[in-house]
């Protein structure tokens, strides 16, 4: 009996160990980052289009600010002159000048040491593969919510494929960042922009996507980004989503929507409700969030632990 606990006891310190030595590399919750908020991912407020050092010292000194959310692309600095030395600046295409590279923008965070997370949108695969040595640079000093960002399969309504990046390439490169959280969706064609009023998303692009995700084993943080004009007539597949992807740990869904899109607020409400608010992010302007109603909403509790704690969780409750 005495070998029996004595192996167990073992086998439980080497398992923290192995946790200690790797705590680099785990993910930052945004519920426990932002404390506050009581867990729900609804009152998480977030600045869009972080492109610029001003907009960065902006968002940075806002105490209501809690995410920003950035793009990336290959392109070159004001400074600069050749053409041809194109690095990962901050910037939404068709733009291709910044007076912010992807480099500052990550040690100004850094430095700042803010209580900020941050979501960068990759624009191109491209734009990625060129940031991955940057992102691994300062891996070690990321201490809050890291978010990784791109379209990655075409949506509704019959939106263009050239703008998505390759899912393949993406999703396996962002595989060897498990603390991060992968943000992967669907290029739409909606909105004032596009003068398009009506659609919803398709069980065929959920299925698309969780299939996919299956069959390259991602187990890191999931947010499918889904835009609230197109969402809100999904309630049914928007679910159908959630349900098939267990096989991840931790599954969010970010609703988004730009300025002037249609959007039916009540079934969005609904569905946001339906989800749970401690699993869904608001990214929204501020006259539809007022619609939303979301301040007094209840969610169920849903348990995402994984199978190394339940056996840590195990030998403990065996030994003590």
């Known amino acids: 009996m005495k070998s029996i606990t004595t192996t167990a006891t073992s086998l439980l310190f080497l398992a923290l160990i192995q946790a200690a030595m790797s705590a680099s590399n785990v993910s930052v919750d945004v519920a426990t980052f932002f404390p506050n908020i009581k867990g729900n991912l609804t009152k998480i407020v977030w600045e869009h289009a972080v ?3 001003e907009k960065l010292d902006n968002a940075l000194v806002s105490a209501n600010i809690m995410m920003l959310e950035a793009d990336v692309t290959m392109g070159i600095l004001n400074n600069m002159n050749d053409n041809s030395s194109r690095i990962p600046i901050m910037a939404h295409p068709p733009a291709f000048k910044s007076n912010l590279s992807l480099k500052n923008f990550l040690d100004t965070v850094i430095q700042k040491n803010v209580t900020k997370g941050i979501k960068l ?19 070690n000093n990321t201490k809050f919510p890291v978010f990784l960002n791109a379209d990655i399969f075409p949506g509704p309504v019959n939106a263009s494929t050239t703008a998505v990046v390759d899912p393949k390439v993406f999703v396996s490169e962002a595989m060897a960042f498990p603390e991060y959280t992968l943000s992967v969706g669907w290029t739409t064609r909606y909105g004032t922009n596009d003068n398009v009023t009506e659609g919803q ?3 065929q692009q959920m299925q698309n996507m969780t299939n996919f995700l299956k069959e390259q084993k991602v187990t890191q943080p999931i947010t499918y980004p889904v835009r609230a004009g197109l969402a809100a007539n999904s309630t049914k597949v928007i679910k159908s989503l959630m349900e098939n992807s267990s096989f991840a740990r931790n599954v969010t869904l970010t609703v988004w929507s730009s300025e002037g899109d249609k959007v039916d607020a009540e079934a969005l409400s609904t569905l946001i409700r339906d989800i749970g608010v401690k699993n869904v992010y608001v990214d929204v302007p501020q006259d539809l969030m007022n619609k939303l109603h979301l301040s ?12 190394a704690v339940s ?6 409750s065996t030994i003590l």
């Open 121 to 139: 949108d990759f624009k191109s695969i491209e734009a990625f593969i060129a940031s991955k040595p940057i992102l691994e640079e300062v891996r």
């Open 51 to 53: 492109n610029s050092k």
């Open 201 to 203: 998303y398709t069980e």
């Open 296 to 307: 007094g909403a209840s969610s169920v509790m849903v348990a995402s632990i994984t199978l």
């Open 311 to 316: 056996v840590l969780t195990g030998l403990l």
